[in-house]
């Protein structure tokens, strides 16, 4: 009789645990899993938050929206992202204030396709809160001319031009391997200044997160996750003029089952968000 008893309560967990689905998993980055808690804790300590992401997925949006209510309750935040450009500082700012309303927004500054969706809960939840939002990256055409001619190109612009990017001339380290893996994917059609065009991304984010850094606060900066993967990119940038700010990066992979992560990823970040392949994406 005991074993029948046995038997059945082990059925009954198996059976429970197939059916237990999670579609995502955190992990730190000695490949341990972690919890979403010791994650809001380690972010109360920091300065700064390079939150990686997959553009269109929307685990990952749901959880950058969660994490910055969460932290604003305990700090002081400072917003920022990549996908808005530092010339429509101004747009953003006056809709922050209640001046322009989202049309007005949208005809003004130049918005991802997936603003609506995936980055205006963001803007609302600082203009609800009476917070800064830091449009930190280069306008992107400066970024294309470099990729066709070089960080040279950027000496011809005009005086309110350079107040968009990084302060010249641009630190550049060509064997940081997060460049050098780009050369290799692009093969053939790439050239040297492919890497740079990157760069001057990384480097001018980096610019407007130091610029805008506040005493006591917490600065949450929402990038594409290669900008700050293996504590390169933006994270190189503001560890090369600030070496003791404190910086939590969080990676984002997409795997098959979230339960272990791949030796691949588990040294991406401090924290990587492992998600689920079939998760929605939002485009």
Do not use: C
């Amino acid at each position: 009789m005991k074993r029948i008893i046995f038997l059945i309560i082990l059925v009954i967990t198996i059976t429970s645990k197939g059916q237990d689905k999670s579609p995502y998993q955190l992990f730190d980055k000695n490949g341990k899993k972690t919890t979403y808690a010791k994650l809001l804790k380690s972010a109360e300590k920091s300065e700064v938050i390079l939150f990686g992401e997959y553009h269109n997925n929307s685990i990952v949006h749901w959880l950058q929206l969660e994490l910055t209510k969460d932290l604003s309750n305990k700090k002081q935040l400072v917003l920022g992202a990549e996908m808005l450009e530092a010339d429509n500082q101004k747009q953003l700012d006056l809709y922050l204030k209640g001046e322009i309303n989202q049309k007005q927004l949208d005809s003004t500054a130049r918005l991802w396709p997936n603003y609506k969706t995936d980055y205006k809960p963001l803007v609302d939840f600082a203009k609800e809160n009476k917070l800064a939002f830091i449009a930190t990256n280069i306008p992107r055409r400066y970024a294309s001319l470099v990729s066709k001619k070089g960080f040279e190109a950027l000496d011809n612009l005009t005086d309110e031009e350079k107040t968009w990017i990084a302060p010249l001339p641009i630190l550049y380290d060509a064997t940081l391997p997060g460049y050098v893996e780009m050369m290799k994917m692009m093969g053939d059609h790439t050239s040297p200044n492919m890497p740079k065009a990157q760069a001057i991304k990384d480097a001018t984010m980096a610019y407007f997160i130091q610029k805008n850094l506040q005493p006591n606060s917490v600065f949450i900066h929402y990038n594409g996750t290669y900008h700050s993967d293996n504590f390169e990119g933006i994270y190189w940038y503001l560890k090369k003029t600030m070496p003791a700010l404190n910086i939590i990066t969080i990676s984002v992979v997409e795997q098959k089952g979230v339960e272990k992560i791949l030796d691949e990823n588990n040294t991406k970040g401090d924290y990587i968000l492992v998600i689920d392949e079939d998760v929605t994406k939002t485009y």
